[in-house]
Protein backbone atom coordinates (compact mmCIF):
# COMPACT_ATOMS: atom_id res chain seq x y z
CA UNK A 1 0.00 0.00 0.00
CA UNK A 2 1.54 3.21 -1.25
CA UNK A 3 1.96 5.80 1.73
CA UNK A 4 -0.73 8.30 1.97
CA UNK A 5 0.43 11.95 1.30
CA UNK A 6 -0.50 14.93 3.34
CA UNK A 7 0.18 18.69 1.77
CA UNK A 8 1.52 21.39 3.55
CA UNK A 9 4.34 22.35 6.14
CA UNK A 10 5.12 20.01 8.36
CA UNK A 11 5.20 23.05 11.67
CA UNK A 12 1.98 23.80 10.55
CA UNK A 13 -1.30 23.20 13.13
CA UNK A 14 -3.51 22.25 11.03
CA UNK A 15 -0.52 19.64 9.51
CA UNK A 16 0.17 18.31 13.01
CA UNK A 17 -3.27 17.52 13.95
CA UNK A 18 -3.15 15.27 10.76
CA UNK A 19 0.14 14.29 11.30
CA UNK A 20 -0.34 13.14 15.28
CA UNK A 21 -3.74 10.12 14.09
CA UNK A 22 -1.32 8.98 11.55
CA UNK A 23 1.26 8.51 14.49
CA UNK A 24 -0.76 7.16 16.23
CA UNK A 25 -2.68 4.37 14.38
CA UNK A 26 1.05 3.70 12.38
CA UNK A 27 0.10 4.42 8.96
CA UNK A 28 3.20 5.30 5.88
CA UNK A 29 3.04 8.37 5.42
CA UNK A 30 4.46 11.55 3.69
CA UNK A 31 4.46 14.74 4.12
CA UNK A 32 4.87 17.39 0.95
CA UNK A 33 5.77 20.76 1.61
CA UNK A 34 3.58 23.67 0.28
CA UNK A 35 5.47 26.90 -0.14
CA UNK A 36 3.18 29.28 1.21
CA UNK A 37 5.27 31.99 0.67
CA UNK A 38 5.39 31.69 -3.43
CA UNK A 39 1.86 30.98 -3.01
CA UNK A 40 2.18 27.40 -3.96
CA UNK A 41 -1.32 27.08 -2.20
CA UNK A 42 -3.03 28.97 -4.53
CA UNK A 43 -1.14 27.08 -7.38
CA UNK A 44 -3.52 25.33 -9.99
CA UNK A 45 -2.38 21.96 -9.02
CA UNK A 46 -3.08 22.13 -5.04
CA UNK A 47 -6.16 24.05 -6.15
CA UNK A 48 -6.76 21.00 -7.80
CA UNK A 49 -6.92 19.16 -3.76
CA UNK A 50 -8.38 22.04 -2.18
CA UNK A 51 -10.71 24.26 -3.82
CA UNK A 52 -10.38 26.75 -1.00
CA UNK A 53 -6.20 27.04 -1.54
CA UNK A 54 -5.94 26.57 1.88
CA UNK A 55 -3.52 23.78 3.57
CA UNK A 56 -3.59 20.82 4.59
CA UNK A 57 -4.71 18.47 1.35
CA UNK A 58 -4.46 14.72 1.92
CA UNK A 59 -4.17 11.98 -0.80
CA UNK A 60 -4.61 8.19 0.05
CA UNK A 61 -4.95 6.72 -3.62
CA UNK A 62 -8.04 8.07 -5.35
CA UNK A 63 -9.53 9.69 -2.59
CA UNK A 64 -8.34 13.79 -2.22
CA UNK A 65 -9.79 15.45 0.70
CA UNK A 66 -9.57 18.64 2.64
CA UNK A 67 -10.21 20.33 6.08
CA UNK A 68 -7.99 19.01 8.89
CA UNK A 69 -10.36 17.20 11.00
CA UNK A 70 -12.16 15.36 8.07
CA UNK A 71 -9.02 14.10 7.28
CA UNK A 72 -8.07 12.98 10.20
CA UNK A 73 -11.43 11.18 10.93
CA UNK A 74 -11.05 9.17 7.21
CA UNK A 75 -7.42 8.05 9.41
CA UNK A 76 -8.84 6.88 12.11
CA UNK A 77 -11.30 5.12 10.53
CA UNK A 78 -9.32 3.42 8.01
CA UNK A 79 -6.15 2.51 10.05
CA UNK A 80 -7.26 2.24 13.49
CA UNK A 81 -9.06 -1.57 13.64
CA UNK A 82 -5.20 -2.80 12.20
CA UNK A 83 -3.45 -0.96 14.63
CA UNK A 84 -5.67 -1.76 17.50
CA UNK A 85 -6.66 2.08 18.75
CA UNK A 86 -10.14 3.16 18.92
CA UNK A 87 -10.19 7.06 18.88
CA UNK A 88 -13.34 7.73 17.89
CA UNK A 89 -15.45 5.21 19.11
CA UNK A 90 -18.16 5.10 16.42
CA UNK A 91 -19.03 1.41 17.61
CA UNK A 92 -20.33 3.37 21.13
CA UNK A 93 -23.21 5.90 20.75
CA UNK A 94 -22.65 7.29 23.85
CA UNK A 95 -18.86 7.35 24.01
CA UNK A 96 -18.67 8.87 20.24
CA UNK A 97 -21.01 11.93 21.09
CA UNK A 98 -19.08 12.66 23.25
CA UNK A 99 -16.04 13.01 21.39
CA UNK A 100 -17.76 14.96 18.71
CA UNK A 101 -18.86 16.97 21.61
CA UNK A 102 -14.99 17.84 22.59
CA UNK A 103 -14.17 17.99 19.37
CA UNK A 104 -16.70 20.81 18.61
CA UNK A 105 -15.63 22.63 21.40
CA UNK A 106 -12.20 22.35 20.81
CA UNK A 107 -13.46 24.03 17.18
CA UNK A 108 -15.62 26.51 18.14
CA UNK A 109 -14.30 27.43 21.67
CA UNK A 110 -11.12 26.23 22.85
CA UNK A 111 -9.43 27.59 19.51
CA UNK A 112 -10.71 30.98 19.07
CA UNK A 113 -10.01 31.75 22.25
CA UNK A 114 -6.40 30.04 22.22
CA UNK A 115 -4.94 30.59 18.94
CA UNK A 116 -4.96 34.56 18.75
CA UNK A 117 -2.44 34.11 21.12
CA UNK A 118 -0.13 32.22 19.05
CA UNK A 119 -0.93 33.81 16.61
CA UNK A 120 0.31 37.47 18.07
CA UNK A 121 2.56 36.25 20.52
CA UNK A 122 4.58 33.64 17.54
CA UNK A 123 2.84 33.55 14.04
CA UNK A 124 2.53 37.15 13.39
CA UNK A 125 5.96 38.91 15.13
CA UNK A 126 7.81 35.96 12.76
CA UNK A 127 6.04 35.92 9.60
CA UNK A 128 4.89 39.43 9.12
CA UNK A 129 7.61 41.42 11.56
CA UNK A 130 4.44 42.93 12.86
CA UNK A 131 4.38 43.27 17.31
CA UNK A 132 1.80 41.61 19.18
CA UNK A 133 -1.12 43.03 19.52
CA UNK A 134 -1.70 43.15 23.75
CA UNK A 135 -5.35 44.23 23.70
CA UNK A 136 -6.12 40.98 21.46
CA UNK A 137 -3.91 38.64 23.96
CA UNK A 138 -5.23 40.00 27.02
CA UNK A 139 -9.27 39.75 25.46
CA UNK A 140 -8.49 36.23 24.21
CA UNK A 141 -6.46 35.24 28.04
CA UNK A 142 -9.82 36.54 29.25
CA UNK A 143 -11.72 34.56 26.93
CA UNK A 144 -9.20 31.45 27.56
CA UNK A 145 -9.48 31.70 31.64
CA UNK A 146 -13.16 30.97 31.26
CA UNK A 147 -12.66 28.31 28.83
CA UNK A 148 -10.01 26.92 31.54
CA UNK A 149 -12.24 26.70 34.14
CA UNK A 150 -14.94 24.34 32.42
CA UNK A 151 -12.03 22.44 31.55
CA UNK A 152 -10.77 22.24 34.82
CA UNK A 153 -13.97 21.05 36.07
CA UNK A 154 -14.51 18.60 33.40
CA UNK A 155 -10.87 16.86 33.87
CA UNK A 156 -11.31 16.89 37.37
CA UNK A 157 -13.99 14.36 36.78
CA UNK A 158 -12.44 12.46 33.80
CA UNK A 159 -8.80 11.80 32.70
CA UNK A 160 -9.48 12.57 29.49
CA UNK A 161 -12.37 14.63 27.49
CA UNK A 162 -14.52 12.26 26.44
CA UNK A 163 -14.57 10.10 29.52
CA UNK A 164 -11.99 8.24 30.58
CA UNK A 165 -10.04 7.13 27.30
CA UNK A 166 -7.99 8.88 25.06
CA UNK A 167 -9.63 10.10 21.93
CA UNK A 168 -9.90 11.97 18.50
CA UNK A 169 -11.06 15.15 21.11
CA UNK A 170 -8.18 15.56 22.98
CA UNK A 171 -5.33 14.76 20.47
CA UNK A 172 -7.13 17.89 18.05
CA UNK A 173 -6.34 20.23 21.56
CA UNK A 174 -2.23 19.41 20.81
CA UNK A 175 -1.39 21.24 17.58
CA UNK A 176 -2.52 24.85 19.31
CA UNK A 177 -1.67 24.46 22.86
CA UNK A 178 2.24 23.13 21.85
CA UNK A 179 2.62 26.71 20.48
CA UNK A 180 0.90 28.38 23.11
CA UNK A 181 3.13 26.79 25.56
CA UNK A 182 5.92 28.76 23.72
CA UNK A 183 4.41 31.84 24.02
CA UNK A 184 5.15 34.38 27.67
CA UNK A 185 1.62 32.92 28.88
CA UNK A 186 2.08 29.68 28.75
CA UNK A 187 2.17 29.44 32.91
CA UNK A 188 -1.57 30.21 32.73
CA UNK A 189 -2.44 26.59 32.57
CA UNK A 190 -0.39 26.61 35.68
CA UNK A 191 -3.91 27.47 37.42
CA UNK A 192 -6.09 24.95 36.22
CA UNK A 193 -4.31 21.97 37.72
CA UNK A 194 -6.09 18.69 36.10
CA UNK A 195 -6.05 21.10 32.79
CA UNK A 196 -2.54 20.92 33.13
CA UNK A 197 -2.03 17.34 34.02
CA UNK A 198 -4.43 16.45 30.91
CA UNK A 199 -1.42 18.38 28.99
CA UNK A 200 1.30 17.08 30.28
CA UNK A 201 0.07 13.16 29.83
CA UNK A 202 -0.71 14.22 26.17
CA UNK A 203 2.84 16.01 25.32
CA UNK A 204 4.11 12.96 26.51
CA UNK A 205 3.07 10.62 24.03
CA UNK A 206 4.92 9.35 21.53
CA UNK A 207 2.84 10.23 18.67
CA UNK A 208 3.09 14.00 19.85
CA UNK A 209 6.32 13.83 20.95
CA UNK A 210 7.77 13.08 17.72
CA UNK A 211 5.07 15.31 15.54
CA UNK A 212 6.48 18.47 18.09
CA UNK A 213 10.03 17.80 16.98
CA UNK A 214 8.83 19.41 14.01
CA UNK A 215 6.96 22.19 15.36
CA UNK A 216 10.32 24.51 16.91
CA UNK A 217 8.81 27.29 19.20
CA UNK A 218 11.68 29.40 17.75
CA UNK A 219 10.44 30.56 14.64
CA UNK B 1 -39.27 5.60 24.19
CA UNK B 2 -38.91 9.16 26.01
CA UNK B 3 -38.97 11.64 23.11
CA UNK B 4 -35.32 13.57 23.16
CA UNK B 5 -35.18 17.21 24.57
CA UNK B 6 -33.63 20.03 22.44
CA UNK B 7 -33.06 22.81 24.91
CA UNK B 8 -33.03 26.51 23.41
CA UNK B 9 -34.90 28.82 21.62
CA UNK B 10 -37.23 27.64 19.04
CA UNK B 11 -36.09 30.10 16.70
CA UNK B 12 -32.26 29.76 16.84
CA UNK B 13 -30.32 28.66 13.87
CA UNK B 14 -28.27 26.69 15.94
CA UNK B 15 -31.56 24.48 17.27
CA UNK B 16 -32.18 24.55 13.90
CA UNK B 17 -29.88 22.51 12.72
CA UNK B 18 -30.54 19.83 15.28
CA UNK B 19 -34.00 19.86 14.62
CA UNK B 20 -33.82 19.55 10.79
CA UNK B 21 -31.51 16.31 11.43
CA UNK B 22 -34.76 14.83 13.91
CA UNK B 23 -37.36 15.55 11.68
CA UNK B 24 -35.66 13.89 8.85
CA UNK B 25 -35.10 10.48 10.91
CA UNK B 26 -38.65 10.84 11.85
CA UNK B 27 -37.63 11.17 15.78
CA UNK B 28 -40.03 12.48 18.48
CA UNK B 29 -38.62 15.72 20.05
CA UNK B 30 -39.29 17.96 22.71
CA UNK B 31 -37.87 22.11 22.30
CA UNK B 32 -37.85 22.81 25.73
CA UNK B 33 -37.09 26.92 25.42
CA UNK B 34 -34.32 28.80 27.52
CA UNK B 35 -34.49 32.70 27.78
CA UNK B 36 -31.49 34.59 27.57
CA UNK B 37 -33.32 37.35 28.37
CA UNK B 38 -33.64 36.74 31.80
CA UNK B 39 -30.41 35.14 31.44
CA UNK B 40 -31.66 31.00 32.12
CA UNK B 41 -28.81 30.20 30.00
CA UNK B 42 -26.16 31.21 32.77
CA UNK B 43 -28.26 29.52 35.44
CA UNK B 44 -27.05 26.54 36.83
CA UNK B 45 -30.01 23.86 35.87
CA UNK B 46 -28.99 25.31 32.31
CA UNK B 47 -25.18 24.53 32.75
CA UNK B 48 -25.58 21.64 34.11
CA UNK B 49 -26.69 20.95 30.10
CA UNK B 50 -23.91 23.43 29.04
CA UNK B 51 -21.14 23.87 30.72
CA UNK B 52 -20.62 26.77 28.37
CA UNK B 53 -24.12 28.19 28.59
CA UNK B 54 -24.76 28.03 25.18
CA UNK B 55 -27.75 26.73 23.31
CA UNK B 56 -28.71 24.25 22.07
CA UNK B 57 -28.05 21.39 24.71
CA UNK B 58 -29.95 18.06 24.14
CA UNK B 59 -30.84 15.35 26.13
CA UNK B 60 -31.37 11.34 24.97
CA UNK B 61 -32.36 9.33 28.46
CA UNK B 62 -29.01 9.81 30.55
CA UNK B 63 -27.03 11.10 27.54
CA UNK B 64 -26.68 15.02 27.91
CA UNK B 65 -24.55 16.85 24.80
CA UNK B 66 -24.53 19.84 23.73
CA UNK B 67 -22.53 21.52 20.45
CA UNK B 68 -25.34 21.39 17.39
CA UNK B 69 -23.12 19.79 15.12
CA UNK B 70 -22.57 16.73 17.75
CA UNK B 71 -25.65 16.79 18.46
CA UNK B 72 -26.67 16.26 15.01
CA UNK B 73 -24.48 13.47 14.34
CA UNK B 74 -25.74 11.16 17.32
CA UNK B 75 -29.23 11.67 16.36
CA UNK B 76 -28.28 10.47 12.59
CA UNK B 77 -26.06 7.78 14.08
CA UNK B 78 -29.00 6.78 16.40
CA UNK B 79 -31.71 6.62 14.19
CA UNK B 80 -29.90 5.87 11.00
CA UNK B 81 -32.24 3.29 8.69
CA UNK B 82 -31.45 1.98 4.98
CA UNK B 83 -33.14 5.13 3.77
CA UNK B 84 -31.82 7.79 6.36
CA UNK B 85 -28.46 7.43 6.04
CA UNK B 86 -27.12 10.93 6.50
CA UNK B 87 -23.27 10.63 7.86
CA UNK B 88 -22.80 7.37 5.51
CA UNK B 89 -20.60 6.26 8.37
CA UNK B 90 -20.31 2.51 7.19
CA UNK B 91 -18.25 3.99 3.52
CA UNK B 92 -14.72 5.35 4.13
CA UNK B 93 -14.67 7.61 1.24
CA UNK B 94 -18.58 8.87 1.62
CA UNK B 95 -18.53 9.91 5.34
CA UNK B 96 -15.16 11.55 4.51
CA UNK B 97 -16.86 13.57 2.31
CA UNK B 98 -19.47 14.80 4.42
CA UNK B 99 -16.90 15.19 6.90
CA UNK B 100 -15.34 17.83 4.30
CA UNK B 101 -17.92 19.41 3.66
CA UNK B 102 -19.53 20.08 6.83
CA UNK B 103 -16.48 21.38 7.93
CA UNK B 104 -16.10 23.65 5.20
CA UNK B 105 -19.41 24.85 6.55
CA UNK B 106 -18.61 25.17 9.84
CA UNK B 107 -14.99 27.16 9.17
CA UNK B 108 -15.85 28.97 5.75
CA UNK B 109 -19.26 28.72 5.21
CA UNK B 110 -20.51 29.73 8.46
CA UNK B 111 -17.92 32.62 9.59
CA UNK B 112 -18.96 34.52 6.05
CA UNK B 113 -22.95 34.17 6.41
CA UNK B 114 -23.79 34.83 10.26
CA UNK B 115 -21.99 38.51 10.37
CA UNK B 116 -25.26 39.52 7.42
CA UNK B 117 -27.45 37.49 9.91
CA UNK B 118 -26.86 39.38 12.46
CA UNK B 119 -25.86 42.53 11.44
CA UNK B 120 -29.49 42.31 9.73
CA UNK B 121 -31.66 40.77 12.40
CA UNK B 122 -29.64 41.14 15.52
CA UNK B 123 -28.42 44.59 15.71
CA UNK B 124 -31.54 46.06 15.04
CA UNK B 125 -33.43 44.05 17.59
CA UNK B 126 -30.80 45.90 20.42
CA UNK B 127 -31.68 49.29 18.66
CA UNK B 128 -28.77 49.04 16.47
CA UNK B 129 -27.81 50.14 12.95
CA UNK B 130 -26.51 47.22 10.78
CA UNK B 131 -22.40 48.16 9.90
CA UNK B 132 -22.91 47.87 6.22
CA UNK B 133 -18.99 47.82 5.81
CA UNK B 134 -19.07 44.84 7.79
CA UNK B 135 -21.95 42.95 5.41
CA UNK B 136 -19.94 44.33 2.49
CA UNK B 137 -16.82 42.03 3.56
CA UNK B 138 -18.69 39.21 4.86
CA UNK B 139 -20.45 39.49 1.00
CA UNK B 140 -17.33 39.28 -0.86
CA UNK B 141 -15.88 36.61 1.34
CA UNK B 142 -19.94 34.63 0.43
CA UNK B 143 -18.97 34.96 -3.30
CA UNK B 144 -15.87 33.82 -3.34
CA UNK B 145 -17.06 30.86 -1.36
CA UNK B 146 -20.06 30.66 -3.57
CA UNK B 147 -18.10 30.30 -6.70
CA UNK B 148 -15.76 27.25 -4.92
CA UNK B 149 -19.59 25.82 -4.18
CA UNK B 150 -21.12 26.55 -7.83
CA UNK B 151 -18.02 24.45 -9.66
CA UNK B 152 -18.38 21.61 -6.99
CA UNK B 153 -22.82 21.49 -7.26
CA UNK B 154 -22.36 22.02 -10.97
CA UNK B 155 -20.99 18.56 -10.87
CA UNK B 156 -22.68 16.58 -7.87
CA UNK B 157 -26.00 17.02 -7.04
CA UNK B 158 -25.00 17.52 -3.36
CA UNK B 159 -22.44 18.36 -1.62
CA UNK B 160 -20.18 15.13 -0.68
CA UNK B 161 -21.37 13.47 -3.78
CA UNK B 162 -25.05 12.53 -5.51
CA UNK B 163 -26.72 11.73 -1.51
CA UNK B 164 -27.97 14.12 0.67
CA UNK B 165 -26.33 14.69 3.90
CA UNK B 166 -25.69 16.61 6.66
CA UNK B 167 -23.08 18.54 5.22
CA UNK B 168 -25.98 20.15 3.07
CA UNK B 169 -28.75 19.80 6.12
CA UNK B 170 -25.91 22.00 8.36
CA UNK B 171 -26.47 24.86 5.63
CA UNK B 172 -30.05 25.24 6.04
CA UNK B 173 -30.58 27.63 9.48
CA UNK B 174 -28.44 30.56 8.23
CA UNK B 175 -29.09 30.29 4.77
CA UNK B 176 -32.63 29.95 5.42
CA UNK B 177 -32.13 33.20 7.39
CA UNK B 178 -30.03 34.81 4.63
CA UNK B 179 -32.70 34.21 2.03
CA UNK B 180 -35.20 36.65 3.49
CA UNK B 181 -32.43 39.64 3.70
CA UNK B 182 -31.78 42.04 0.75
CA UNK B 183 -28.87 40.07 -0.18
CA UNK B 184 -30.20 36.85 -1.32
CA UNK B 185 -30.10 38.01 -5.13
CA UNK B 186 -26.34 37.43 -4.52
CA UNK B 187 -27.16 33.73 -5.26
CA UNK B 188 -28.51 34.18 -8.58
CA UNK B 189 -25.03 34.33 -10.14
CA UNK B 190 -24.50 30.75 -9.08
CA UNK B 191 -27.41 28.91 -10.73
CA UNK B 192 -26.06 25.04 -9.15
CA UNK B 193 -26.35 26.60 -5.99
CA UNK B 194 -29.87 28.21 -6.12
CA UNK B 195 -30.65 25.09 -7.56
CA UNK B 196 -29.71 22.69 -4.56
CA UNK B 197 -30.50 25.57 -2.43
CA UNK B 198 -34.21 24.94 -3.84
CA UNK B 199 -33.86 21.53 -3.68
CA UNK B 200 -33.29 21.49 0.17
CA UNK B 201 -36.15 23.87 1.09
CA UNK B 202 -38.15 21.36 -0.49
CA UNK B 203 -37.37 18.39 1.98
CA UNK B 204 -40.15 17.54 4.35
CA UNK B 205 -38.08 18.00 6.92
CA UNK B 206 -37.00 21.25 5.86
CA UNK B 207 -40.62 22.55 5.32
CA UNK B 208 -41.95 21.03 9.12
CA UNK B 209 -38.87 22.69 10.74
CA UNK B 210 -39.57 26.30 8.79
CA UNK B 211 -43.34 25.61 9.96
CA UNK B 212 -42.47 25.67 13.66
CA UNK B 213 -40.40 28.62 13.09
CA UNK B 214 -41.63 32.24 15.09
CA UNK B 215 -42.46 34.70 12.60
CA UNK B 216 -39.92 37.18 12.16
Not at chain 1, 30 to 46: G, L, R
Not at chain 1, 145 to 167: I, M, N, P
Not at chain 2, 145 to 167: N, Q, T
Amino acid sequence: MAPVKVFGPAMSTNVARILVCLEEVGAEYEVVNIDMQAKEHKSPEHLARNPFGQIPAFQDGDIVLFESRAIAKYVLRKFSKSAGVDLLREGDLKEAAMVDVWTEVEAHTYNPALSPVVYECLIYPAMRGVPTNQKVVEESLEKLKKVLDVYEARLSKHDYLAGDFLSFADLNHFPYTHYFMGTPHASLFDAYPHVKAWWERLAARPSVKKISANMPLKF
Amino acid sequence: MAPVKVFGPAMSTNVARVLVCLEEVGAEYEVVDVDFDAGEHKRPEHLARNPFGQTPAFQDGQLMLFESRAISRHVLRKYKTEEVNLLREGNLQESALVDVWLDVEAHQYNPAISPIIYQHYLIPMRGGTPDQKLISKSMEKMKKLLDVYEARLSKFKYLAGDFVSLADLSHFPYTYYFMATPYVSAFDSYPSVKAWWESLMSRPAVQKVISQLPKQ
